[in-house]
């Protein structure tokens, strides 16, 4: 599904560059759910911001599902995006003036779906996440966890390969921490390719597998034992 | 375009408006204060004019009067001093030889310019007033409204010499009992009786006659004052795109040359041209109705970049929205044409809502204005100069809408999203 080679990326401050990744490998095939893991300045969310073409590689090659993506501009990119991926951040940037349902909806508009259609599909995504009955609710009118779960279902509404979380549960306490894992351990049960940046070991011990990122490059990438969150819900 | 036509474009931008309720109105405010002003300056404006028109409607605009005097120069051997009287054949002259002149109405008149006026019985009742020789083409130059029953003098009038007379309102006051039909009736003027054939009502306005004049044939003017071919003086009406100036130098160079006075001689011929006064009148109505445009446009302008200052502003605060549109797949031609229908529909909001407004100031400023003894009349905005007004605002919101739309577009979506 994801296929990276040699991926160079640095960043200009003023005269010096800063090398933020060098050199990585690293592939992911369809069902997996991937934490990748790092201290803070290993790379780990340019990689993630690479991976969601929201930042171009310097050197290396990137093939989403076979596709090569180099060069693109950017409504090329927004296509894609749109077509391939779905976004979870921290702070879950739901669009505070539309209603849980219409945020849900939003990727929809973008892929010209219609209205009726966009709707039916979002309150289907929203009961996957059990927030059907708060379709209606601006997002201040719901808990973190609440938020962070429209947030999940707004990244699912466009059924994308490859579901990206940059610190999914990094706001959040954690209980609501686990009830997302579990949220998104049920998606990935699903069938559906997760990638999820963190640096809580905990959380990641929840993934079916762990890439250790420091200083640019890949120390570890072992497959581990998934801990069910369900448990701890 | 097709975006246009979308639906859900629109349901899109109404839904962005809608729910920044704060920032909507406070955009709104300047558009709509600038066609506002437009709307209720330029109808103001054209209210004046419109008056202006209304009071003028009963003359001729570009006619003047000519009258003789004494010549100030000695030439071809008449000395200085002489004095000069119009003759009945001046007009036929001045007719063939000036194109420009529309109407020519020759008048005599007693009662006014220092004469005495004529007294004139009806049984117990008296009063002296102006009288005037007339021909029916007089109309033409200052319209008369004759009160139903009457009608003014006719040419069969001045074929036969009738005795017949057209008087003022007022004196209908002063010789009738208030239900009397003084039409048919018969009034001493001077040692003559003439029948009454008509009332003249005063005319709104400007008038060259006051409603205590009499008018009478010409013909038995003459008869009347043995006055033989001698005019008082001449109301000429040039057409409407003549020079009144230049028509009046014409005339009055022919009669200088007509009368063998000499042609520097200012003092022969007086005149007075009411065309060059109506002139500046209106010019001074075209000036304001100039002036309202100019700064209602201004206003529109000012109020189209106020719109721009705060969507640029709110293209920062919605910095993060907009990198989240863009990370869900909003394409860079998708989030600017956002912004900038957000802009046009605004504006177009604004406007409409400003042109309402507008209306309404000016409908009551008519309401106000009905009846008043100032030329004021029927303030209104040509639908032209409004739909001209929305497009201009549609255009500059357009392209004002580009800046804060260009600036939404270079952020990367990552910045937009980077966390804080």
């Given at each position: 599904m994801i296929e990276i080679k040699d991926l160079h990326k640095s960043y200009k401050m003023g005269s010096n560059s800063l090398h933020v990744l060098k050199g990585i490998n690293f592939s992911v095939e369809e069902g997996e759910l991937v934490a990748i893991m790092g201290s803070s300045?290993?790379?780990?969310?340019?990689?993630?911001?690479?991976?969601?073409?929201?930042?171009?590689?310097?050197?290396?090659?990137?093939?989403?599902?076979?596709?090569?993506?180099?060069?693109?501009?950017?409504?090329?990119?927004?296509?894609?995006?749109?077509?391939?991926?779905?976004f979870v951040f921290q702070?879950?940037?739901?669009?505070?003036?539309?209603?849980?349902?219409?945020?849900?909806?939003?990727?929809?508009y973008y892929q010209k779906v219609g209205r009726k259609e966009r709707q039916e599909k979002a309150l289907k995504y929203l009961e996957q996440v059990g927030l059907k009955e708060w379709a209606t609710h601006l997002p201040n009118e719901l808990s973190g966890g609440q938020k962070q779960r429209v947030a999940i279902a707004r990244a699912m509404a466009a059924e994308p390969k490859v579901l990206l979380a940059d610190e999914p549960t990094g706001a959040l306490d954690s209980?609501?921490?686990?009830?997302?894992?579990?949220?998104?351990?049920?998606?990935?049960?699903?069938?559906?390719?997760?990638?999820?940046?963190?640096?809580?070991?905990?959380?990641?011990?929840?993934?079916?597998?762990?890439v250790h990122l420091k200083d640019g490059v890949i120390i570890e990438d072992k497959k581990v034992d998934q801990v069910r969150a369900a448990q701890y819900v | 375009m097709k975006f246009l036509l979308d639906r859900n474009t629109w349901q899109e931008i109404f839904g962005s408006i809608s729910k920044n309720k704060t920032r909507t109105i406070i955009t709104v405010i300047g558009v709509l204060w600038g066609i506002f002003i437009y709307v209720a300056l330029s109808g103001a404006a054209k209210g004046l004019d419109n008056g202006?028109?209304?009071?003028?409607?009963?003359?001729?605009?570009?006619?003047?009067?000519?009258?003789?005097?004494?010549?100030?120069?000695?030439?071809?051997?008449?000395?200085?001093?002489r004095p000069m009287q119009l003759?009945?054949?001046?007009?036929?002259?001045?007719?063939?030889?000036?194109?420009?002149?529309?109407?020519i109405a020759p008048r005599i008149t007693q009662g006014q310019f220092g004469s005495e006026p004529v007294y004139t019985v009806r049984g117990q009742k008296s009063g002296s007033y102006t009288l005037n020789g007339d021909f029916p083409i007089y109309t033409k130059i200052s319209t008369k409204k004759i009160f139903d029953g009457g009608r003014f003098i006719n040419q069969e009038d001045i074929d036969q010499a009738r005795k017949v007379i057209v008087i003022g309102e007022r004196i209908q006051q002063?010789?009738?009992?208030?239900?009397?039909?003084?039409?048919?009736?018969?009034?001493?003027?001077?040692?003559?009786?003439?029948?009454?054939?008509?009332?003249?009502?005063?005319?709104?306005g400007?008038?060259?006659?006051?409603?205590?004049?009499?008018?009478?044939?010409?013909?038995?003017?003459?008869?009347?004052y043995n006055s033989g071919d001698n005019v008082g003086y001449l109301c000429i009406a040039a057409y409407d795109d003549a020079d009144v100036v230049q028509v009046e130098k014409d005339i009055k160079a022919i009669l200088k040359s007509t009368h063998r006075v000499n042609p520097k001689d200012e003092r022969a011929f007086g005149s007075f041209n009411l065309g060059e006064r109506f002139g500046k009148v209106m010019g001074f109505a075209d000036g304001l109705t100039f002036m309202s445009l100019v700064v209602g446009i201004a206003t529109i302008l000012a109020g189209v970049i106020g719109i721009g200052n705060i969507l640029l502003i709110s293209v920062k605060e919605r910095t993060k929205e907009l990198g989240v549109r863009r990370a869900l797949g909003a394409t860079p031609s998708e989030v600017r044409n956002q912004i900038i229908l957000e802009s046009v529909f605004l504006t177009i909001i604004a406007g409409i809502v400003g042109i309402i407004l507008g209306a309404v100031v000016l409908s009551l400023l008519n309401t106000f204005t009905e009846g008043a003894d100032f030329p004021y009349a029927n303030p209104t905005v040509p639908i032209p100069y409004v739909l001209g007004a929305l497009a201009i605002m549609v255009i500059l919101g357009t392209l004002i809408g580009l800046i804060p739309a260009q600036r939404a577009v270079s952020i990367r979506p990552i910045d937009a999203l980077r966390e804080e």
């Open positions: 300045g290993s790379g780990k969310s340019t990689l993630l911001n690479i991976l969601g073409m929201l930042d171009e590689l310097d050197e290396g090659s990137y093939d989403l599902d076979g596709v090569p993506i180099k060069n693109l501009n950017e409504t090329k990119a927004a296509n894609y995006r749109n077509k391939f991926l779905g702070s879950f940037n739901l669009i505070n003036y539309k209603s849980a349902m219409e945020n849900v909806a939003l990727p929809l209980k609501t921490s686990y009830e997302v894992m579990d949220l998104i351990q049920k998606i990935n049960d699903q069938g559906n390719t997760i990638l999820l940046v963190t640096h809580e070991p905990d959380i990641a011990d929840m993934c079916k597998r762990i | 202006f028109d209304k009071a003028f409607k009963t003359v001729a605009m570009n006619s003047m009067f000519v009258w003789a005097q004494n010549t100030s120069m000695p030439y071809d051997g008449f000395k200085t001093g003759k009945l054949g001046d007009v036929e002259t001045l007719e063939n030889r000036i194109p420009e002149i529309q109407y002063e010789l009738f009992k208030k239900d009397e039909d003084p039409v048919g009736a018969y009034i001493r003027v001077g040692n003559v009786y003439f029948q009454v054939i008509g009332v003249h009502k005063l005319a709104q400007v008038s060259f006659d006051s409603d205590s004049a009499m008018f009478i044939p010409f013909s038995t003017y003459r008869k009347l």
